[in-house]
């Protein structure tokens, strides 16, 4: 299926992503003609095929439900770009 | 022989009969990285210093007759599989100053069997590539032409141990990326199946279908180290509890009455180089020397593979990366205006074209209203590919493929076209979308000298009859102990 660049542009904002105007054509291209070879799928008869989105056939896993040790908070926060107190710190996200 | 050409067995039995410290051999290793690796591009890090402590523990292992079959062996560890206080950077912008805080479940196993670590191996970026090209880093050279591309996405590891910049290494596998570098560098890669070994700690791409595995010298260092990394882990919840059986035995059996399936599909693509199907046709012949009845299968669905897989793990690698926003580890953009802005702008700068271009076909494809004619259809043709595998499997105990189309292409060959470059992920993919183990050994060379791998598929947790076949044919052909003139 060829895709438009109003929706490349859409799709994009929805990962949170940003496609610059100079490269959006080409994405667009490229994205149109793999979106096309995936199209050879519809070849495929598969009416009450059912999905699969695991390969292994495995039930639940489950576990005791106990207490141990984890990572501590200065470990857990030793990446973050920015931190604070003990917390992650991002910009303000409530308005006036 | 200079240690750093040993194999895993070999530098085993020179550190059991002490005619050989870890010391030695972990210094030899590290010199030949530093000589030979401006070259070649295979590492992103190197642990000298760490490397060096481990090695002197490993000696005391020794001393204390704790030795165990990877005590003392330094390995290369691609550049996704968490590695606790040293940097973790999936080849991504994103996570360029990643310091893990915790050890990928196969880090523990290594470090409790005393293995030493001597790096991170260069990837494409989260793994998403068939050359390595798509690392934010640098490239990597092919060591048998430095012309070309080692493979991706485990190019890094692939070469460091065609160049014996390591004993050995463990890559990861998610459509093909630790067999087809194998196959391009002249080296043993294993994919094990899904559940067979733990991704805890694995920064995932597209869960369903990755996989660690490893990169060897051999096969029986293959079979050594899928001894240690193998088996059920609690903190990975996919992992299966199944017994591991010890693969080093298969190593000994022989292939007489044993059935060998050539998917006929394998062999009718267009674009397969005359000099990859010589060779197999070569190895096919020498199997049958071997004992080994040949046997025509049908794979039917295989020409779909590769849209199957670039629906899939797209879907899948869109969810995943969702995480890398910013706020808890990994790279932030500055001064963001808001919270918006901030996601947008750390993400664009953070990840490279072809994941970026992955993160969109992904989110194309499981937003409402194109779901079903995407995911869904994939994920149904995938249950058709799996059925293909099983009915295969009834008529023949392993299948034997190429790896890739053709060798080893050029740097930048296929870097404008990313269709093109999917499309030569044909033969590989099948396995991680039906979660077979896979093997891809050393089978021969091209006219101009660059290496062929050959493919062997088992069924699920028969990792034991891929090592027995693959053992035989290496002992009696011996392409692997070929090196490149670096």
Not at chain 2, 84 to 104: M, R, V, W
Not at chain 2, 352 to 369: D, H, K
Not at chain 2, 398 to 417: H, N, Q, R
Request: include cysteine.
């Amino acid at each position: 299926m060829k895709i438009t660049k109003n929706e490349i542009i859409h799709v994009a904002n929805l990962a949170r992503l940003e496609i610059d105007e100079a490269s959006l054509d080409k994405v667009t291209e490229q994205i149109s003609r793999i979106l096309e070879y995936v199209d050879t799928l519809n070849q495929i008869d598969t009416k009450n095929i059912q999905g699969t989105s695991h390969a292994i056939t495995l039930t639940n896993a489950f576990r005791e439900d106990i207490v141990k040790e984890d990572l501590t908070n200065n470990q857990a926060l030793f990446n973050a770009p920015e931190k604070e107190n003990g917390a992650f710190v991002v910009p303000k996200i409530v308005g006036r | 022989m200079k240690l750093y050409e040993l194999t895993i067995h070999e530098a085993h039995d020179l550190l059991k009969s002490r005619q050989i410290s870890s010391t030695e051999l972990t210094r030899a290793v590290l010199d030949h990285i530093e000589k030979k690796d401006d070259k070649i591009g295979a590492y992103l890090s190197v642990f000298e210093e760490n490397a060096m402590i481990q090695a002197r523990e490993a000696d005391q292992m020794i001393a204390r007759n704790e030795i165990q079959p990877l005590t003392g062996i330094p390995l290369s560890i691609k550049d996704l599989i968490c590695t606790k206080g040293l940097p973790t950077t999936c080849a991504s912008k994103i996570l360029e100053k990643f310091i893990p805080p915790y050890d990928a479940t196969v880090m523990t196993k290594l470090k409790n069997a005393g293995a030493v670590t001597v790096g991170k191996t260069n990837m494409d970026e989260f793994a998403m590539g068939s050359s390595t090209e798509n690392s934010r880093m640098h490239i990597t050279r092919n060591p048998w032409d430095i012309t070309r591309i080692p493979g991706g996405s485990s190019g890094g590891s692939a070469a460091s141990v065609a160049a014996d910049m390591c004993i050995g290494s463990l890559g990861s596998d998610t459509g093909g990326s630790i067999r087809q570098p194998a196959s391009h560098c002249s080296v043993v890669g294993m994919k094990p199946t899904y559940g067979r070994v733990s991704r805890y700690g694995l920064v995932a791409f597209a869960s369903s279908l990755d996989q660690i595995g490893p990169i060897t010298k051999d096969v029986t260092d293959c079979a050594l180290l899928m001894n240690v990394i193998s088996g059920y882990d609690p903190q990975d919840s996919t992992s299966v509890p199944k017994d591991v059986p010890d693969f080093q035995k298969s190593l000994e059996e022989g292939l007489k009455g044993l059935k060998i399936g050539l998917p006929k599909e394998y062999y009718i693509t267009e674009g397969l180089d005359p000099d990859v199907s010589a060779a197999i046709d070569n190895a096919v012949n020498t199997m049958k020397d071997l004992g080994a009845e040949f046997v025509e299968v049908s794979l039917p669905h295989t020409k779909y593979a590769v849209a199957v897989y670039y629906v899939i793990a797209p879907c899948e690698a869109s969810s995943n990366l969702a995480r890398y926003d910013g706020v808890r580890y990994g790279f932030r953009d500055k001064d963001p205006k808001d919270l918006l802005q901030m996601y947008r702008s750390t993400k664009s700068k953070g990840f490279g074209p072809e994941v970026q271009r992955r993160i969109i076909i992904g989110t194309y494809a499981l937003s409402a209203g194109y779901y079903d004619a995407y995911y869904g259809k994939a994920s149904q043709v995938r249950t058709l590919m799996i059925e293909d595998f099983k009915s295969a499997f009834q008529k023949c105990d392993v299948l034997l493929s190429p790896v890739t189309p053709s060798p080893a292409f050029t740097i930048g060959e296929k870097t404008d076209d990313p269709l093109n470059m999917y499309l030569s992920d044909i033969f590989t993919l099948s396995a991680n979308l039906a979660g077979v183990p896979g093997i891809s050994i050393p089978c021969g060379f091209s006219k101009n000298n660059l290496p062929i791998g050959l493919q062997l598929m088992g069924s699920h947790f028969n990792e034991e009859m891929l090592i027995k076949v693959a053992y035989n044919f290496e002992q009696a052909t011996m392409f692997h102990k070929k090196k490149p003139t670096l």
